[in-house]
């Protein structure tokens, strides 16, 4: 039974967000044994490593080196849905890991640590975005890849950042209003660039969110040659200083693609690694989070992100402990507004 319908979104729930690990640090000859030990057992297991833009360079590195994806969300469920693997082990946070068990669920589906989370997934109760959908019947719902899968189960769609603009735009042609949830900056990004009639819930990225548009411009005037890639869910004032506004996937390829020889970027500070794989010779720039004497909780990297390590990656192949389960009705109702995705993704390409 959903709850009490609600009108308006529920006022944000406040967020504890946890320090980040203090792994302890590993020489060069200590990361290479270590690489080749998880090596050996992914495939004494049939396992495939998926790893996140985001996460630490050594398991975007070791992914790529067994035959894994380092990919953003998107093509992390198009590469789960396609492997011939028998285990996934998605280093990730876990909607992330949810989202590759909602698409194969004959597949087991490992992660580094289960608590890995994301503030926009917590930033959306099932329960509460229940009652918001029944308030509002005349709405498709569209949700956010980062959210919980029983948030995926209500949704009409699923999108990733990659895909919402054209999606939206879409079902805007179709005369479809939108309730759009988590994420209240991305909606925003893609309600003004639709122009679609949206009723956006009240979520941010923790993350994301501390991006200060003053100290952009600061960085800005020092480096005026510099180009400035920002993800649609910082606030609308960095976006609209942006040169490009994109996926973790359409900002790397602007790093490649563009005459450019320096970049602002503002996002998780994760994707550097692949942007200096791909682009060796520019300069990157992390967007500041706050300006002088300021602090912040997320510093430009997830502390959800950075639970996944190359040690609870081992321990978690050790152990087999750290398995997702989902009930079969959930999953059965997520997985349609996933597949349409997909589909969409495949004909609209």
Known sequence: MSSTPVTTPPRRPSLQVPPHPQWPALSAAETHALKTRIAAMLAAQGAVLVAHYYTDGNLQSLAEETGGCVADSLEMARFGAT????????????????????????????????????????????????????AHPDHTVVVYANTSARVKARADWVVTSSIALPIVTHLKAQGQKVLWAPDKHLGHYIE???????????AACAVHEEFKSFAL????????????LVHPEAPDEVVDQADVVGSTTQLIRAVVDMPNQEFIVATDEGIFWKMHQLAPHKTLIAAPTAGAGA???????CPWMAMNALQSLERVLLDQDQEVQIEEAVRAAAVTPIQRMLDFARTNA
């Not at 087991?108 to 329960?127: F, I, N, Q, W, Y």
């Not at 003004?192 to 009240?202: I, P, Q, V």
């Not at 600061?218 to 180009?227: E, G, T, W, Y």
């Open 83 to 134: 492997s011939e693997a028998r285990t996934l082990v998605v280093c990730g946070v876990r909607f992330m890991g949810e989202t590759a068990k909602i698409l194969n669920p004959e597949k087991r589906v490992l992660m580094p640590d289960l608590k890995a989370t994301c503030s926009l997934d917590e930033g959306c109760p099932a329960d509460a975005f229940a009652g918001f959908c029944d």
């Open 295 to 301: 602090t912040c909780e997320s510093c430009a990297h």
């Open 192 to 202: 003004r660039r639709t122009g679609a009639d949206m009723l956006l819930w009240d």
């Open 217 to 228: 411009e600061q960085v800005r005037r020092l480096h005026p040659l510099a180009a400035v």
